[in-house]
């Protein structure tokens, strides 16, 4: 049948059915368009959420990357730049300079981006609004937009990083804290994860501790030495800061030197072109994936434990572990902290990408992937220890399990000290060792089957080994000597992290945020 002779056959229908073929095809646009999900109209009906910063990063990480808190610093950082050439000789009214503070915090990002869908120019637009605001056109002198650009970004990371590191002292002690309390309780030790030797659960979690020190130090040394661009012009040379200072270098130095200060560093960077070497970047943001990697690495090891009954890492009244499974408490936050370590690597990948792409004196290729990996990297370690944090706080250790594991495992976890003992009484090592495998392999076999898995009995009758059963059982009452020095570098830990976090403001009192 034909399209047009198929119409023929449906309108014929639609009248039958007493239908007028107007309103059948209304009722089919209707239908067609109900297949089409439609927001309602309105000035937030394109904007998508961004997950990280909404989600999980507190309100200081917010308020340093937000658009309109970035304007801020933009502003704060034009008015001391003109300050600075006033003082200087740079013939910019007082008057001026008082009308661009008066309106520095009128800012409207909808009229931003309405200069800037002109311009096509992101701070030409930011420039033409803070001076129409002010009636004047005193900011920007001898600057060039990466002036602007890379100083405020460096300023947002520094910032940033000093957050970081106040909450990653802040993990230290919450970690120190949770390790002393359990410096002594023996816990069954895995490699590969299968039993080995007997540590203590301080001990493990000093062990995590010592991987977030050695990233801690990372990102305090980082933080303390951070240097920044500095005004240095279109292409480095710092030409039209001369042109405007009369030619002065001297003068040049003093305005760079005033603004550095304002904007708390210590030095600048005395040779760049445009932009300042991405590899700083890479390096930022492979530090806070040092840092995330140790908070995983807990994480990981606490998800296996939880799912062994061990200890839960907190379950809050009224929270849900499954819509299916009213039993379940899954170890939902240390699943995050290794998920946002997942997201970390990616923004090293990017931020490494960009080391070493610099074209001549800059470029703006790097542009598009900083403007995403630079905030959001701060953003998903923020969120991250936000929920380490909580943990640390919140976790909840059995002891009883734990015990029951312990002695479930204690002869097989013994035989490297029974080995000694052996070698000791005569034995050969290899041949002792032939010997405790054989029966620990076959009292393992006869565990998970239910035989006899009586492995002190099966060693005892061995002439190889030389030790009575006697001897063996006095070896394995002597629980306190299989954990060796745990309890001991559990101090040691505990020690350093304190150390280490006293020299930070705020982190002793610190409380994390309510999780989602």
Not at 77 to 105: C, H, N, S, T
Not at 471 to 486: C, D, N, P, Q
Request: hydrophobic share 45%.
């Amino acid at each position: 049948m034909t399209k047009k002779k198929s119409a023929a056959v449906d309108n014929n229908n639609n009248r039958s059915a007493g239908i007028p073929a107007r309103v059948v095809a209304d009722k089919f646009r209707a239908e067609r368009e109900a297949c089409h999900v439609r927001a309602p109209v309105s000035s937030d009906a394109a904007t998508i959420p961004n997950v990280l910063a909404e989600r999980y990063a507190s309100p200081a990480l917010k308020a340093v990357w937000s658009p309109a808190g970035r304007i801020g610093i933009e502003r704060d950082f034009w008015i001391a730049v003109m300050k600075a050439q006033r003082d200087l000789g740079v013939a910019i009214p007082a008057q001026a300079i008082a009308d661009y503070e008066r309106v520095k915090g009128d800012i409207n990002l909808a009229r931003i981006a309405e200069r800037e869908r002109l311009t096509l120019h992101d701070v030409k637009a930011r420039i033409e609004e803070f001076s129409g605001l002010a009636g004047h056109e005193c900011i920007h002198l001898g600057l060039t937009s990466r002036d602007l650009t890379e100083n405020v970004e460096q300023l947002q990371v520094h910032r940033s990083l000093g957050v970081v590191r106040m909450k990653a002292a802040a993990a230290l002690l919450a970690l120190a804290k949770q390790a002393r309390a359990h410096r002594a309780l023996m816990l069954t030790g895995r490699t590969h994860n299968v039993p080995a030797q007997p540590t203590t659960l301080g001990k493990r979690l000093a062990m995590f501790g010592q991987e977030l020190l050695a990233a801690f130090t990372r990102i305090d040394e980082l933080a303390a030495r951070y240097p920044v661009r500095g005004l240095k012009g279109a292409v480095g040379t710092q030409l039209d800061q001369l042109t405007l200072l009369g030619g002065s270098a001297a003068k040049v130095a003093r305005l760079e030197a005033r603004v550095v200060k304002h904007l708390g560093f210590k030095t600048p960077l005395f040779a760049v072109g445009q932009v300042y070497p991405r590899s700083l970047d890479f390096e930022v943001v492979s530090a806070l994936h040092q840092l995330a990697a140790a908070a995983a690495s807990f994480a990981t090891t606490l998800r296996l434990m939880a799912g062994q009954g061990l200890l839960t890492e907190g379950f809050q009244k009224g929270q849900v572990g499954s819509s299916a499974m009213p039993h379940k408490v899954n170890a939902r936050n240390c699943e995050r902290i290794c998920g946002f370590a997942t997201i970390l690597s990616g923004y090293v990948t990017m931020t490494g990408a960009l080391a070493g792409h610099q074209w001549n004196e800059g470029d703006v290729s790097c542009s598009v992937v900083r403007r995403v990996a630079l905030p959001d990297a701060f953003f998903a370690i923020d969120g991250l220890l936000e929920t380490y944090l909580t943990v640390l706080r919140q976790m909840e250790i059995f002891p009883a399990a734990i015990a029951a594991e312990n002695t479930r495992n204690l002869p097989f976890l013994a035989t490297t000290t029974i080995l000694m003992e052996a070698v000791k009484a005569g034995a050969g090592r290899e041949t002792a060792h032939e010997a405790i495998k054989e029966h620990a392999l076959a009292a393992a076999k006869a565990m998970r089957s239910g035989g006899d898995a009586d492995l002190v009995g099966r060693l005892a009758g061995d002439a190889r080994l030389k030790l009575t059963r006697a001897k063996l059982e006095a070896i394995l009452s002597e629980g306190s000597r299989f954990v060796g020095a745990a309890p001991q570098q559990v101090d040691m830990f505990v020690a350093e992290a304190r150390r280490a976090a006293a020299k930070v403001k705020g982190a002793a009192g610190y409380q994390p945020g309510r999780l989602l």
